[in-house]
C-alpha cells in the first residue's frame, strides 16, 4: 500500500532557511532566547504559518502556536505538536527546529489534502526550551503547563543581567493569551536523539517513552585573592583549586560507576581573574541527569558531601543554589504504541528508549498525554555545528509524525 | 644622634590620596595599565612631581620621570628610585604606590634641606608592571633596561582587546623620550613585602638580596562541545575537566614538594561557557615560581610532561604559549650592605630575603646596580583590599631609603 507523505523539499528548505538566521560575526549559529537573533527566527516562523493559513497566537510567555481550525472541531481539545527554535550558542540546526518545522509541515499536508480531523491541530514553538540565557531550561513549556508561574518567569534575570519579560516585549513577543490557554488531547514532540544509540544501532525511529531527570546547581566558592609569588601554598585558600576538586570529583565518579549518570560542568568563572592573583571565589554550574530518581538524588547528595568536606580541608566558604530540578518523566504508553505501529505500518524498525535530554514534551506531559519521536543524531552529536541527520531521516520521521497526529486527530487514544 | 627624617604627614597624605584615585562602582581600586582610571593617577603624580620643581619626563613606553637636577650634576648619572602606580583589579593602596611615592618624598625632603647631591636623583614609575592587562607584567622597567623592544610591546594586545601604544596615546602618556635615556648610577625600590616573612619574624626592615624566577604560560585545551545529558562520560572529550586535571596536579605537586615553589591558575574560561554543553575549549594561566633557576626549568617540564599525559588519556588538543619567563635576579651586594648599615644606624632590625614577587627593579638591575627595601605586609595580604602597613613601617622604611640615596648621591658605591 502507499502512503501520504509531507513535502520533502518544503521541510528541507525551511530547516536551511532557518539554520542561517541568527548567525553570528564568525558564522556560528546564535538563537538565544528573546535576544534580537532569536526573533528574526520567529518573525520568519510567524510567517509560514501565516502563508500556511493557520491562526496565530501568542502566550505571555512568548510561546507561539499555530493554529488549524478544521471545520467542526469548536470546543475539542487540540492535537498538539511542539518543540522550540531558540538555541545554544554555536549550535546545529536540528535541535528544536526540526520538531516545529515538521509540526507546521504535517498540517500543511493534511490540509492541502482536504484531511477532516475531529479536533484542532496546533503546532507549538515554546519560549526558552535552551535556558542558555535564562534558567531554568523549557521555561517556555514549564510555565504553559503550570508549573512555574508566569510573573515569576517574566522577571528571570539573565547570564547578561537583562529581564526576561523586558526583552520578550522589546523583540514584541510578549502574547496576550494567558499560558495553558489551550489544554491538549494530545500532544506530540519530534526531535533528533541528540545521542549515538539510533545510529549505531541502524534503527531509524525512536519511540521515547520516558526522560532522564535533571538537576541544575550553581556552586560558589569563596577563598582569599593574594598574591601568586609570596603566598606559601600551605597558606593558601584558593577559590579555583577548589573548583578544580569539584570538576574532577564529579567525572571520576560518573567514570567510575556503571550507571547512565552523566555530570558536566558547563560554566566557569574566577574573580579576579588575574594571571599573579589567587582566585578569591570560583562558581561555576553542575549538569547531573539520570532516568531514576533515586539514583539521581543520589549523586546530589554525593555533591554536597564533598562540598562540605573540600570547605572544611581547604578553608574555602561554599555556597549552592539551584537553578532548575525536573525528575524523569514517564510518557504516554498509548501514544509510544501509536509511534510503534506507525513505525510498522511504513516497515521501518523502531526502538524504545530514554531520552538523555530535556525536552517540552516533560513539560506539557504535566497536562496531557504525551510522547516523543526521535531520529538519529550522526556521532551522537548535538550543540554543535556538526550537529547532523541525513535528509531521507528527517523526512521519515517526519511521516511517521504526520500518521500518528492524524490518528490522534480523529479517534481517541487506544486504550 | 638625631636623624633627619622625611615629612610623615605628607608621605601618608599621598597614599592616602592616590588610594582613592580609579575605584570603580563597587568601590573597588582598580588601575590597570593605561586605563582612563590609571590615567588619573598618573595625572595627580605629574602635578606633585611639578609642585615639588622636579623636572618631568615621559618615554615612548609611558614610564614617567620626576628629575631633581641639582647644582653641578650635569653628565652625572642619577640616582633612581622606582616603582608603579598601576594596579590589580580590587587591589590594595600600597603595592608599587609606596615606592613612587617615597621616592617623591625623599627627594622632596632632601631639596627641602639645601642637601647637595653630587649626582641627579630621579623618582620613577614605570608603566604596567601588575601585567593584569597586558602581558608580560613588569613592562615598563624591561622595555626601559632594553629588554623588550619598544614597538614589539606598545603593540601588545590587551586582555579587553586594545592595544597598549593606543590606549597610552589616548590617555596622553605616549612620552617622547627613549626608554632608557637615562642608565641610573644606582637604583633603588622600596616595596611592602607582599609575604608575611617580615611580620612573623618581627623585623621591620627587609634587605632584598635577590628575586624568585617567575614563568607565565596561557594553556589551551581543545575538546569536544557536545550535548550534556546525552553524551556518555566514556564518549567525551571534556576540555573543562581536562583543565581542572591540570590544576589539582599543579596545586598537589607544589604543596607535596619541600621547596619554596609556587604554582597559581589565577585566569579560566570555558567555550561555549553554557550549563548543557560539554565545554570544547579550556584556556588558563599557569603563573610558576622559584628562586632557583634550575628548580623553576623542573616544574616547568613537569607541566609540560603532565599535559602530554593529559592529551593522550583524554583525547584533547593542547597548546601552550609563553607570556613570560625571568631568570632569578642577584641583587647588587653593595646596596644591600648600604641598606643593612642605614637600619643599624637607626637601630632597626634588618633581614636579608629572597623577594617572592616580581619587581621593576629586577628590570633595572640589568643596567644599574640595584636592590630593593622591603616593609612588613600584615598577613602577607597583597593584591587585595586588605593589604595594609602600619603607618609607623612605612615611614620607618622611607627614612631607610631616605639615607641610602643619600650616601648613593654623595660617594661612590662601597666596595
Not at 224 to 236: K, Q
Request: hydrophobic letters at 40%; a negative charge.
Amino acid at each position: 500500500m502507499s502512503h501520504r507523505s509531507i513535502d520533502p523539499a518544503r521541510l528541507l528548505g525551511r530547516i536551511a532557511t532557518l539554520g542561517e538566521i541568527g548567525r553570528d560575526a564568525e558564522g556560528r549559529l546564535v538563537r538565544l532566547a528573546a535576544s534580537d537573533s532569536e526573533r528574526l527566527g520567529r518573525d520568519q516562523f510567524v510567517a509560514w504559518l501565516e502563508e500556511a493559513g493557520l491562526e496565530v497566537a501568542v502566550d505571555h510567555i512568548g510561546n507561539i502556536f499555530g493554529i488549524w481550525n478544521g471545520a467542526g472541531v469548536d470546543g475539542e481539545k487540540p492535537v498538539m505538536i511542539g518543540s522550540h527554535i531558540d538555541t545554544v550558542i554555536d549550535a546545529g540546526i536540528y535541535d528544536g527546529c526540526y520538531g516545529v518545522l515538521a509540526g507546521l509541515e504535517v498540517i500543511e499536508t493534511l490540509k492541502d489534502e482536504g484531511f477532516e480531523p475531529s479536533r484542532p491541530i496546533v503546532v507549538a514553538a515554546f519560549t526558552n526550551e535552551e535556558g542558555v540565557r535564562y534558567a531554568p531550561d523549557m521555561m517556555g513549556s514549564l510555565v504553559y503547563s503550570g508549573g512555574l508561574d508566569v510573573a515569576a518567569a517574566l522577571e528571570t534575570v539573565g547570564t547578561d543581567g537583562t529581564v526576561l519579560g523586558d526583552e520578550l516585549a522589546r523583540i514584541g513577543y510578549a502574547g496576550s493569551h494567558a499560558p495553558g490557554f489551550m489544554t491538549p488531547h494530545a500532544y506530540v514532540e519530534l526531535h533528533i536523539e541528540q545521542g549515538p544509540v539510533l545510529e549505531r544501532e541502524g534503527v531509524p525511529v525512536g519511540a521515547v517513552e520516558d526522560l532522564q531527570g535533571i538537576s541544575w546547581q550553581k556552586v560558589t566558592i569563596d577563598g582569599d585573592a593574594n598574591h601568586a609569588g609570596t603566598t606559601p601554598i600551605s597558606m593558601r585558600r584558593d577559590a579555583g583549586y577548589a573548583a578544580a576538586r569539584v570538576i574532577t570529583f564529579l567525572r571520576d565518579r560518573a567514570k567510575a560507576s556503571n550507571t547512565p549518570t552523566v555530570a558536566t560542568v558547563g560554566c566557569i568563572a574566577f574573580e579576579p581573574n588575574a594571571i599573579n592573583v589567587i582566585p578569591s571565589r570560583a562558581t561555576f554550574t553542575v549538569d547531573l541527569r539520570d532516568p531514576e530518581e533515586d539514583r539521581l538524588q543520589k549523586e546530589e547528595n554525593a555533591l554536597a558531601a564533598f562540598l562540605e568536606l573540600l570547605s572544611a580541608e581547604e578553608g574555602v566558604g561554599v555556597s549552592v543554589e539551584r537553578l532548575a530540578r525536573f525528575e524523569p518523566v514517564k510518557f504516554d504508553q498509548a501514544i509510544v504504541r501509536q509511534i510503534e505501529a506507525a513505525a510498522r505500518d511504513r516497515g521501518l524498525a523502531c526502538k524504545r528508549m530514554t531520552s538523555g535530554a530535556g525536552h517540552d514534551a516533560q513539560m506539557i506531559a504535566r497536562i496531557a498525554p504525551a510522547a516523543m519521536i526521535f531520529v538519529p543524531s550522526h556521532g551522537g552529536i548535538s550543540h554543535n555545528p556538526k550537529e547532523f541527520t541525513a535528509d531521507t531521516e528527517l523526512v521519515a520521521g517526519a511521516n511517521i509524525l504526520l500518521d500518528v497526529v492524524c490518528r490522534l486527530a480523529t479517534g481517541e487514544l487506544p486504550r
